[in-house]
């Protein structure tokens, strides 16, 4: 069965430093999602992008984040210049988009917790 | 603005028992989507079981079935002879039929007790 897979799945970087966070969304799935959760928290939407620009973003999506996606296949978030607060579990998902009530289900990858020291 | 809530941090069940995680929202669409997500220790979220608001019926999925109630905004779900594996954290999701995010409740954390 396809399935989103992330990279990496855990990241450790210190306090201003730029990090990465892949994503290979489901191959036929056209709107791409991330989220983050924090220890203990609910899962919170950050941004969602469809037919190449964002279609819609949270207030946490501010401009230190970005999203691309390079190719055909990978989807990417980037923070610049992170924060300890961003220290999160991080959760690409993704949507077929057709097909009624299934077209709607997300699929989510295992995430990447990322550690911000 | 679309919020749900889920009014159980912890929950838990003696194996073989039946168990219902409620979770209500609020929302001015007519019509939408809601789902219910598992996620075990390993944190992967595992859809459930999802429904149309639209449709009368409730949903089933084997021993995972909802009882969705409109009027009331309640979605609640119901596990029967609960299973070891059932042990996780269950999120409440909502999606507008137009929208793009999922709106997730704060979760009930569910022990199945052997």
């Known amino acids: 069965e396809p399935e989103v897979t992330q990279t990496p799945s855990h990241q450790v970087t210190q306090m201003g430093q730029e990090v990465i966070l892949r994503c290979v969304p489901i191959?036929?799935?056209?709107?791409f999602y991330w989220y983050r959760q924090i220890l203990g928290q609910k899962v919170e939407f950050l941004v969602s992008?469809?037919?190449?620009?964002?279609?819609?973003k949270s207030e946490i999506f501010d401009d230190q984040f970005s999203v691309e996606r390079p190719d055909g296949s990978n989807f990417t978030l980037k923070i610049r210049s992170t924060k300890l607060e961003d220290s999160a579990m991080y959760f690409c998902?993704?949507?077929?988009?057709?097909?009624?009530?299934?077209?709607?289900?997300?699929?989510f990858g295992p995430g990447t917790r990322l550690t911000v020291t | 603005a679309q919020t749900v809530t889920q009014s159980q941090p912890e929950m838990s069940v003696q194996e073989a028992e039946t168990v219902t995680l409620s979770c209500t929202y609020d929302?001015?669409?007519?019509?939408?989507?809601l789902f219910w997500y598992k996620q075990p220790p390993s944190r992967q979220m595992i859809l459930v079981i999802r429904?149309?608001?639209?449709?009368?019926q409730n949903a089933t999925e084997n021993r995972f079935s909802v009882n969705f109630q409109k009027a009331a905004k309640s979605f609640s779900l119901k596990i029967s002879d609960s299973q070891l594996g059932d042990t996780a954290m269950y999120f409440c999701?909502?999606?507008?039929?137009?929208?793009?995010?999922?709106?997730f409740g704060t979760g009930t954390s569910l022990t199945v007790i052997p």
């Open positions: 429904q149309e608001a639209y449709k009368q």
């Open positions: 999701a909502f999606m507008k039929v137009a929208g793009n995010q999922f709106y």
């Open positions: 992008f469809y037919n190449n620009e964002i279609s819609e």
């Open positions: 929302t001015s669409e007519n019509n939408y989507y």
């Open positions: 998902a993704s949507r077929r988009g057709t097909g009624g009530l299934a077209g709607y289900e997300q699929y």
């Open positions: 191959s036929n799935h056209l709107y």
